[in-house]
């Protein structure tokens, strides 16, 4: 007997749910629409449906067309629609390469993104091995405090950084954690001087990550590549070794992905601790 699908109505936010419907509307078929006649197929109040079109205006998700008058969906929506594929299309080209990565080196690979304050795991390449961590696809960790953050936050000058921490002192995940924005800013300013990332133990103890950028149109960071090494082997790895090959697979895709990122002379971090 197959089971009932769970009722989430009561979860539903009724402003987001129209404002979507308004979006649907639009087709390639009637690209333009008026106010009243959104508000007459959708059977939603006039007063709330000009509410929701300037929000969506203000947004730049619908625009006015040439009378002024009426509307048409706006560049936001295909923005959206860009980032969505540019997403899709970053983990398929990423994942022949994070398997290649992790035949090449050996340990698990990683490909995670930045959302807002947070890092997410979109893609892995797993090996068999007696050690393990929590990481699962879609798990959310804080960016300050982590070296894929530190990767996926570089890009941004220190007041956009101070706008994302307001806050007079960061949550200390561990005793590597920056204390406050500047002092997360001036870590991020020494790391873009090398083309990938080393810290054992920087998050979980147990377990270290060595990481590199992926860059897409104009140069940006978009996302990080990754391997993740238990910290009681890293005394007995070739580190620079490890992080030139991650630094290629990161190059490759960011290759993909409309950027060539060079790879030569990549210097390391902290090379003190393998002195």
């Known amino acids: 007997m197959s089971r009932a699908a769970p009722d989430n109505s009561h979860y539903i936010v009724p402003g987001l749910e ?53 509307y048409r969906l706006g560049l936001g929506v295909l923005r959206l629609g860009f980032e969505c594929l540019a997403s899709k299309e970053m983990i398929e080209l990423g994942k022949p390469i994070l398997e290649a990565l992790r035949d090449e080196v050996g340990y698990s690979c990683n490909l995670v993104v930045r959302d807002g304050r947070f890092v997410v795991y979109v893609a892995r390449a797993v090996v068999q091995a007696p050690f393990s961590n929590n990481v699962h696809l879609g798990m959310r960790l804080p960016a300050h405090a982590t070296l894929f953050g530190r990767i996926l936050l570089r890009d941004l000058s220190f007041e956009s950084l101070q706008a994302l921490y307001p806050e007079e002192y960061l949550h200390q995940s561990t005793e590597f954690t920056p204390a406050t924005v500047f002092d997360l800013f001036k870590l991020m300013q020494a790391d873009k001087s090398s083309g990938y990332l080393f810290d054992p133990g920087y998050f979980e103890p147990s377990i270290s990550t060595l990481a590199a950028p992926i860059r897409g149109a104009g140069a940006s960071i978009v996302a990080a590549i990754g391997v993740t090494i238990p910290t009681a082997h890293v005394e007995r790895l070739d580190i620079t070794g490890l992080g030139e090959a991650t630094a290629r697979a990161a190059s490759r895709l960011s290759q993909l992905l409309d950027h060539v990122q060079p790879v030569n002379d990549i210097p390391v971090v902290n090379k003190e601790v393998f002195a």
């Open 18 to 70: 129209r404002g979507l419907r308004i979006l649907s509307a639009f087709t390639r078929h009637e690209a333009v629409l008026s106010a009243p006649e959104l508000a007459r197929r959708l059977e939603i109040p006039r007063s709330t449906v000009f509410r929701l079109l300037a929000t969506l205006e203000q947004m730049g998700l619908v625009e006015r067309d040439a009378s002024g008058k009426d």
